[in-house]
């Protein structure tokens, strides 16, 4: 089963980062855990709204194809 983790902190020493590769490696024989990286999304955009850059297609297609997404911030 494939779950998307969304860190909400781009910091390299984060917390919930720590934690997100924590539960990847501890469940990774029951999960595919895959933890997408905010630091590569642009600032929100109105403008751009309707002509999204690729890496935001990209992250929304990843997020997309897990079943489960599990989002960490604080």
């Known amino acids: ?4 983790v ?3 902190s781009v910091r390299k020493e984060s ?3 720590k934690l997100a590769e924590f ?3 501890r469940y ?3 999960f595919e855990i895959e ?3 905010l630091s590569v999304l ?5 403008d751009i709204e309707n002509d999204m850059p690729p890496e935001i297609i990209g992250f929304k297609k990843e997020s997309e194809r897990s079943r489960f997404r599990l989002v960490g911030d604080a």
């Open 1 to 4: 089963m494939k779950v998307a």
């Open 6 to 8: 969304i860190v909400g």
């Open 15 to 17: 917390f919930n980062r």
């Open 23 to 25: 539960v990847k490696n």
């Open 28 to 30: 990774a024989g029951r």
């Open 35 to 37: 933890i997408l990286d």
């Open 42 to 46: 642009p600032l929100y955009n109105q």
